[in-house]
Nanobody, 122 residues
Framework: QVQLVEFGGGLMQPGGSLRLSCTAS????????AGWYRQAPGKQRELVAV???????NYAEAVKGRFTISVDNTENTMYLQMDNLKPEDTAVYYC????????????????WGQGTQITVSS
């Protein structure tokens, strides 16, 4: 069973930067598509960023140009660099591995981090 452990999160001011990390117990990020989701209070979980194992990344429109997803396969760790944070970025963030494309849609993978809270407020 793959374990994903997230680090980072906390209370940030608008305009600030933060980096989340997600460390896996195996080299899953080198063989699987992976990404970050978030869930704000009272809202459905949404995909924020996905990193394709063949290369390339996609981002939700709300975070394009502000968030960057990356991976260090030597450390089995995936990152989400978040810049110019906004109050609407407040949510619990989850890393996810094993994403897949099915019928033209990105489907969640089977492996999840524990979630980390990010609150953006002045």
């Amino acid at each position: 069973q793959v374990q994903l452990v997230e680090f980072g999160g906390g209370l940030m001011q608008p305009g600030g930067s933060l980096r989340l990390s997600c460390t896996a117990s195996t080299g899953i990020f080198s063989t699987n598509d992976a990404g970050w989701y978030r869930q704000a209070p009272g809202k459905q979980r949404e995909l924020v960023a996905v990193l394709w194992k063949i290369g390339g990344a996609n981002y939700a429109e709300a975070v394009k140009g502000r968030f960057t997803i990356s991976v260090d396969n030597t450390e089995n760790t995936m990152y989400l660099q978040m810049d110019n944070l906004k109050p609407e970025d407040t949510a619990v963030y989850y890393c996810n591995a094993g994403l897949r494309l099915s019928s033209g849609r990105i489907r969640e993978g089977a492996h999840w981090g524990q979630g980390t809270q990010i609150t953006v407020s002045s």
